[in-house]
Nanobody
Framework: QVQLVASGGDSVQAGGSLRLSCVAS????????MGWIRQASGKEREGIAT???????SYADSVKGRFTISKDKYKATLYLQMNSLKPEDTAMYYC?????????????WGQGTQVTVSS
């Protein structure tokens, strides 16, 4: 059973940076596409970044150029480096895993970590 534990959320001012982490267990690095999804209060979930088993990354337009997804297979940890944060980045951030990046549904979810950006 895959388990994902996200951390690193905090309150920051606009223009600041944060790095989210997601520790994974119960799987091997070559098994899953990993990603970050966020949900702002009153809004739908938004997939913002994915990284496939070969390390290929993809980003939503809303975060492209500001956020970077990466993984450390030896630490079984997924990261999201967030720079130039904006108030509209305020949301609960979830890490997730699925069999292939082009699959629409995520199989496994972490518990979420809150990011709040003030102007």
């Amino acid at each position: 059973q895959v388990q994902l534990v996200a951390s690193g959320g905090d309150s920051v001012q606009a223009g600041g940076s944060l790095r989210l982490s997601c520790v994974a267990s119960g799987y091997t690095d070559s098994d899953y596409c990993m990603g970050w999804i966020r949900q702002a209060s009153g809004k739908e979930r938004e997939g913002i970044a994915t990284i496939d088993t070969d390390g290929k990354t993809s980003y939503a337009d809303s975060v492209k150029g500001r956020f970077t997804i990466s993984k450390d297979k030896y630490k079984a940890t997924l990261y999201l480096q967030m720079n130039s944060l904006k108030p509209e980045d305020t949301a609960m951030y979830y890490c997730a895993a699925k069999d292939l990046c082009w699959y629409p549904a995520w199989n496994y979810w972490g518990q979420g970590t809150q990011v709040t950006v003030s102007s």
